[in-house]
């Protein structure tokens, strides 16, 4: 990391400066070394990325899946970065990514909360002149993201959102795309997130939206048997509800639901059967644009992390009732999304 993007760190804990002492360098990038409080605590900066994860946190279980998710599918980046980024553009309002660059214009910095890989990281800084931090608790997520991002304005940090190493009120933008439901305590992470942005600041985030209530007893059910195993034998039983999604998919059959079950939470309408499934009785996502692996990863990445929280939208819009003045709210089956302006 570069030392002019470290020098903004701070302890998570006090908030107060670092002292930086360096190991290597290679010009004004910082391989090794090691951050230190002035009252005791340090932190390692190992192969370029400084590091504040302690082994004891609450999330292990979910920290542990995302990174061997990362260190599994070292191409997912590349794969699935057109689909993603169109998928945030439309949902927080950008709609193309000029307006994503408008958006971002005249921003110093950026903080993409549990940035996985770094692709939406990495737009940022295409698209503006802020140095954009990139955090997450998955080693192994950073160690991929610098591999293929190398875009010079975006530093990558070993952090948990809950514990972040940055003074309060220093973000212009913090987007916090499909993590925060991942968290033990979401509402909590969010109030820590909204300490770190500047007045004025905007945010983007994303929770999982509640199922009809088939799909939500299925998830918790197959999520229950399957978090505890190793990721091999859990992407192994992914493979089964992967396959099911490709065989529902390739039937090609359209079914009209005739009217709404609400005591399900099904709707009335045409829908294609293997949408019909995956929303209704049990996720068994499946898109033809990408190979068997990565649509087994998309499944993996539903079932396997112990902490996954769903919301109806009139909870999660509450998160934003006081304090927030909401410029883009966006509600479909997956998930819901919000860009908001602190006020
Ligand atoms: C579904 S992935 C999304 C990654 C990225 N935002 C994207 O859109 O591709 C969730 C990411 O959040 C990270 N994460 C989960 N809890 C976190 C926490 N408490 N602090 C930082 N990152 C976290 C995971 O390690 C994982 O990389």
């Not at 391989?31 to 082994?55: C, M, N, Q, R, T």
């Not at 439901?181 to 985030?205: Q, S």
């Not at 099911?244 to 998919?249: D, I, S, V, Y």
């Amino acid at each position: 990391m570069r030392e002019s993007a470290l020098k903004h760190l701070v302890c998570p804990e006090t908030l107060r400066p670092l002292r930086l002492d360096i190991v290597e360098a290679s010009g004004d990038d910082i391989i090794e070394g090691k951050l230190a409080g002035l009252d005791g605590p340090e932190y390692p900066v190992h192969e370029g990325i400084p590091s504040f994860v302690s082994e004891n946190t609450l999330q292990t279980q979910t920290v542990r899946s995302f990174a061997q998710k990362w260190a599994k599918h070292g191409y997912y980046r590349t794969h699935t970065n057109k689909f993603y980024t169109d998928w945030y553009l439309q949902r927080y309002g950008f709609y193309e990514m000029s307006g994503l660059g408008r958006f971002l214009d005249g921003m110093e910095f950026i903080l993409d909360a549990g940035t996985g890989t770094g692709r939406d990281a990495t737009n940022f800084a295409e698209h503006s002149a802020a140095t954009v931090f990139g955090v997450d608790t998955a080693r192994e997520a950073l160690e991929v993201a610098l591999r293929d991002v190398c875009h010079a304005r975006v530093a990558v940090v070993h952090a948990d959102i809950n514990r972040l190493p940055f003074p309060d009120a220093f973000f212009d933008f913090i987007s916090c795309d499909q993590v925060i439901h991942h968290t033990p305590d979401p509402r909590e992470a969010f109030e820590n997130l909204r300490r770190k942005l500047k007045r004025g600041g905007r945010i983007c985030c994303y929770v999982y939206k509640k199922k009809a209530a088939i799909r939500e007893f299925t998830d918790d059910y197959i999520r229950q048997s399957i978090s505890g195993l190793p990721i091999d034998e859990a992407l192994e039983v992914c493979e089964g509800i992967t396959r099911l999604g490709r065989t529902l998919a390739n039937l090609n059959v359209t079914v009209d639901i005739e009217e709404d079950i609400p005591a399900v939470g099904i709707t009335k309408g045409k829908v294609d059967l293997q949408r019909f499934f995956h929303w209704n009785v049990m996720k068994c996502f499946w898109n033809d644009e990408f190979d068997f692996f990565t649509n087994n990863i998309i499944n993996f990445d539903w079932y396997h992390p112990e902490y996954c929280f769903r919301f109806e939208p009139e909870e999660f819009g509450a998160w934003f009732a006081d304090g927030w003045e909401i410029e883009a709210w966006d509600v479909r089956e997956a998930g819901i999304s919000c860009r908001a302006r602190k006020v």
